[in-house]
C-alpha cells in the first residue's frame, strides 16, 4: 500500500511536469506566433510602403 502512494504520487508528479511542459510549450508557440505575425505585417507594411514611395518618386522627380 505504501509502495502504490509513492508510484501514485510519482504520476501526479509526472503528469503535472507533463502539465507544465505543454503549457509552457503552448505560450512559447503562442508567443512566438505573435511574433512572426506581426513582423510579417511589418514586413509587409515596408514593402508596400518601399511600392508606394517607387511610384511616387518619378512624380515627385518630375
Do not use: C, F
Request: hydrophobic letters at 50%; a positive charge.
Amino acid at each position: 500500500m505504501n509502495a502504490w502512494w509513492h508510484m501514485g504520487g510519482y504520476a501526479v508528479y509526472v503528469w503535472t511536469a507533463y502539465g507544465v511542459v505543454i503549457a509552457v510549450l503552448l505560450l512559447l508557440s503562442a508567443v512566438v506566433w505573435i511574433r512572426w505575425h506581426r513582423l510579417w505585417r511589418e514586413l509587409r507594411g515596408t514593402k508596400y510602403r518601399e511600392r508606394s514611395d517607387v511610384n511616387q518618386a518619378p512624380t515627385t522627380n518630375i
